[in-house]
């Protein structure tokens, strides 16, 4: 009997398994999930809270730490060394008690034991130089990385600590209480590399004349960022996402040769004591020159500091506050300009420190482009805080607060290309931009690269244009990003992707954001409302650690506009835009009922006798359509005149057009995203107009829609995206009469014409 009742029951089970089965599989059948591409992005963004509000703006409750450095640096330009002494003081604004700190080892990614190369797979190449070919096989590893002689807290007792590759834990004696401060010292050095070698963000390089320059940065333990986001913000550094860093204030001295001239973040503070009296006298000249830089280095004083060799050391003092990092550069080669630059009731230097082999490049343009990028960014933000922003000559491109090395170098004899001039307007642009994305606007480059690369890139394009049209049209974008976006899908990764796991890490974090921001600018905000909530972005986060959803909600709280399908489709996916016209229909109007009117009636209950006055449109390729349609216009039907007559003024007629021709367009969309249709109709009598539609028309059919234009005029040819601007990976849709000219044919024209 147990056993017919576990049958019976068994039974029950499967019947009621295979019910609740055909239950889901109707469901499957009857409806779906939301896939429409204007879904809101509630599911990606995270949940508003008090530290970071559903508008976008920091909230009451947000908080974030504070790191005082005070720092003695000395330079040992014979061994190639630096070593440091520092005393860290912490202060733990957040809610939380925190029982150790992370400090950053940047430098251990040089170390003999780095992991880094490891964790790219490689293959034998094609063919090796000699010193390619020691340097993988032969030689001995570089002894990079910090070395840490002493970790004390300010009693000078020792701490605990535990280095795991580029990150070292701290373990505090208690735990350091909300409110509370933790001081401690440490005691490093470690051997520079020559960046040329190795390529990196910081390090050394040796001149054909013998002579050294030193470009120093990511030199110190420096605290990770500690949030309200995710706690402790301790991802590996392995060489390419960069930093995140909190504000504080500085007081730095490095020691130098004495015949060494530097420059750092932060403002001087014994420029007497560094500077000769000449010098010092134009360092002061060069605080009310506006115009054109003059020299506080000159070219002679460089000269003759580049042939001698001291064995004296000088002292460089520095503070510098509110600030995220330290950097500086030095040699004995730089000659050194200076202007200053007037942004509202603010005054800031524009620096620039090059050696003889730059000098024929960048006397006529570094300091230019820095005051030009200080004057743009400031515009499109806030005014620059600091008080200085430095262009440094070094065969790199890299950012830190107020200094930013960049390449661009002439000949032996001082002779440079267009494309080098350009290069080095471009990095130096790029670099000094980067002062205000990611070092005031303090997004987590580790973790979302995009926000301070992408970003910044866009600001980018607007000041370059600004300082030479010519040479940086604007017309290029976001058509240079169809390449990337039209390639190999398994080769690609949404924006929202860390950026050490992407594949294509210049188009991921560079140029495709910078793209979007472009076209939303340009084609889908208009600059008026995008200028306005990009200003407002940047005012509010200034000093401040931003999330991406931060930037997406302020974008949208500021300017009035349902972005998500931006976002969604330009940020978190691969997809790409290919719009393109399906089909072209003309119409003709009439006031005789066509069987589909007839039909649509009778539905009604309206028999073809009982229809009321009314016009119809007929199209060229149905077989109701006439010759005598063709030179039908508005103004021929009595019906119409009528209703005018009755319900508009005589002011509100003189408005009125007469359309003779009603054009039927069927929009198609193969690509995957959603995008704006930007429509230009050209008429036979030359004359072009153009219309856009909003991204919006693909709400409720993502495959094609169709739109209605009418016409006094008959229309030669209908191209959508004329000027390129939503980065169509296919034009071969794009107009009708479709493009038939092959590529021969093109090449063809353009030989002809050149």
């Not at 559903?54 to 003695?72: E, F, R, W």
């Not at 000659?335 to 009731?345: F, I, Q, R, T, Y």
């Not at 980018?460 to 049209?473: C, G, Q, R, T, V």
């Not at 690609?492 to 974090?509: E, K, S, V, W």
């Amino acid at each position: 009997m147990k056993q017919f009742y576990l049958l019976l029951l068994s039974l029950v089970i499967i019947s009621s398994t295979t019910f609740a089965q055909n239950i889901q599989e109707k469901k499957e059948q009857n409806g779906h999930y939301n896939i429409s591409k204007f879904k809101q992005l509630n599911e990606e963004l995270p949940t508003p809270n008090k530290q970071h509000t559903a508008s976008g703006a920091p909230g009451y409750q947000y908080t974030q730490q504070q790191v005082d450095y005070k720092m003695d640096i000395v330079l040992d330009t014979e061994k190639h060394r630096i070593s440091g002494y520092q005393t860290i003081t912490y202060y733990n604004n957040s809610k939380d008690n925190l029982d150790y700190l992370w400090v950053q080892l940047d430098q251990n990614v040089r170390a003999a034991n780095s992991k880094t190369k490891d964790i790219n797979a490689d293959r034998p190449r094609a063919a090796y130089t000699p010193s390619s070919f020691t340097k993988d096989f032969m030689g001995k590893p570089f002894d990079g990385g910090f070395k840490i002689e002493a970790l004390k807290d300010a009693n000078g007792t020792d701490l605990s600590y535990t280095i795991n590759n580029t990150m070292m834990r701290i373990d505090l004696p208690t735990a350091l209480a909300s409110g509370k401060s933790f001081t401690f010292d440490i005691k490093w050095w470690y051997n520079i590399n020559n960046y040329k070698e190795d390529r990196g963000r910081s390090g050394f390089e040796i001149f054909e004349d013998g002579n050294k320059a030193y470009a120093i940065a990511q030199f110190y333990p420096r605290l990770a960022v500690y949030n309200n986001v995710e706690g402790w913000q301790n991802l590996q550094f392995w060489g390419s996402s960069e930093f995140a860093l909190e504000f504080g204030d500085f007081e730095v001295s490095i020691t130098t040769p004495k015949n060494y001239i530097l420059n750092a973040t932060g403002e001087l503070q014994n420029p007497k004591e560094v500077l000769s009296k000449n010098q010092y006298k134009r360092y002061l000249e060069a605080k009310t020159t506006y115009n054109n830089p003059i020299f506080i280095v000159t070219p002679e004083e460089a000269m003759e500091a580049s042939k001698e060799k001291s064995n004296k050391t000088k002292t460089w003092k520095f503070n510098a506050e509110n600030v995220r990092d330290f950097a500086f550069a030095t040699s004995n080669k730089y000659m050194w300009d200076a202007m200053a630059v007037k942004l509202n009731e603010k005054t800031v230097m524009a620096y620039s420190l090059y050696p003889e082999e730059g000098k024929a490049l960048w006397q006529e343009h570094s300091t230019r482009v820095v005051a030009n990028t200080l004057e743009v960014y400031s515009q499109h933000t806030f005014d620059y805080p600091y008080p200085h922003a430095s262009s440094i000559n070094v065969e790199m491109g890299m950012e830190y607060p107020m200094i930013s090395f960049n390449f661009g170098r002439g000949d032996k004899n001082g002779n440079f290309t267009e494309r080098t001039k350009k290069g080095m307007i471009g990095v130096i642009t790029h670099e000094i931009g980067h002062n205000y994305f990611p070092m005031i606007v303090n997004s987590d480059e580790r973790q979302w690269t995009w926000m301070d690369e992408g970003i910044n890139s866009f600001v980018e394009i607007l000041a370059e244009y600004k300082y030479d049209s010519i040479m940086f049209p604007m017309t290029k974008y976001p058509k240079n990003i169809v390449g990337y976006m039209k390639g190999d899908q398994s080769r690609l990764a949404p924006i929202m992707t860390q950026g050490d796991n992407t594949f294509n890490f210049g188009a991921n974090a560079y140029s495709k954001p910078a793209a979007g921001l472009f076209i939303l600018r340009q084609t889908i905000m208009g600059p008026e409302l995008f200028d306005h909530a990009f200003k407002t972005y940047a005012t509010r986060w200034k000093f401040k650690h931003p999330t991406p959803a931060d930037f997406f909600r302020s974008m949208e709280d500021a300017s009035a506009m349902d972005l998500d399908w931006f976002w969604r489709g330009w940020f978190y996916t691969t997809g790409n835009t290919d719009i393109g016209i399906k089909e072209v229909k003309k119409y003709h109007i009439t006031d005789k009922p066509t069987e589909q009117a007839i039909k649509r009636y009778e539905r009604f209950g309206i028999s073809k006798n009982d229809i009321p006055p009314s016009l119809y449109l007929v199209s060229e390729d149905s077989d109701e359509f006439t010759e005598d349609l063709k030179n039908n216009t508005a103004e021929d039907f009595s019906s119409l005149s009528n209703y005018i007559d009755e319900n508009f003024s005589s002011e509100e007629k003189a408005t009125l057009k007469s359309p003779k021709y009603f054009y039927e367009l069927k929009f198609e969309k193969p690509g995957d995203l959603v995008m704006p249709i930007i429509v230009e109709l050209e008429y036979n009598d030359g004359t072009k107009e153009r219309k856009q539609y909003p991204a919006q028309i693909w709400r409720k059919n993502d495959a094609e829609v169709t739109k209605v234009i009418p016409t006094s005029k008959e229309i030669k040819k209908i191209t959508i995206d004329p000027d390129q601007q939503t980065a169509d990976v296919d034009l071969s849709n794009n107009s009708w009469p479709k493009n038939t000219e092959t590529k021969f044919e093109k090449f063809k024209k353009q030989r002809i014409r050149s």
